[in-house]
């Protein structure tokens, strides 16, 4: 019986000393990839009238994360506004307080854009917005 009990207890000792060794299988099943961001905000971004316009735009964020942003008083610039950019749109395109943010950190990425007094005429349609 001494050798039964003897012969059990390496038994186990051995399978407890198996289970605590590290394998390569499931040390690999452990290991994480690198967490890779995409991301990108504009406050206006379309085509009128066949002709790309973006307006306020952070570019794409870094793979690696970070953080981006982009601001603007006003679009077009003019008499009532102190920091803007030219009229590229010939008056179809109007907004004050563009603001576009993207941020990647973490295990998440995360784009915000607003506009305010946003103003469209397209084809003599005039379509606006308070606070987008």
Do not use: W
């Not at 207890?9 to 299988?25: E, G, H, I």
């Not at 690999?28 to 504009?42: D, R």
Request: net charge negative; hydrophobic share 45%; aromatic share 4%.
């Amino acid at each position: 019986m001494t050798s039964h009990r003897s012969h059990t207890f390496a038994t186990l000792s051995a399978l407890v000393l198996l289970a605590l060794m590290p394998n390569a299988s499931a040390q690999s099943s452990f290991e994480t990839t690198p967490t890779t961001f995409s991301g990108q905000a504009a406050a206006v971004k379309g085509t009128i009238l066949g002709v790309p316009i973006t307006v306020v735009d952070t570019g794409p964020v870094d793979v690696g994360g970070g953080a981006l942003e982009a601001h603007l008083l006003c679009y077009p610039d003019g008499p009532d506004c102190l920091v803007g950019l030219p009229d590229l749109t010939n008056g179809a395109v109007g907004a004050e307080v563009l603001n576009a943010t993207v941020v990647a950190q973490g295990n998440r990425s995360r784009a915000t854009a607003s506009a305010a007094e946003l103003r469209l005429n397209v084809a003599n349609q005039r379509i606006s917005a308070t606070l987008l």
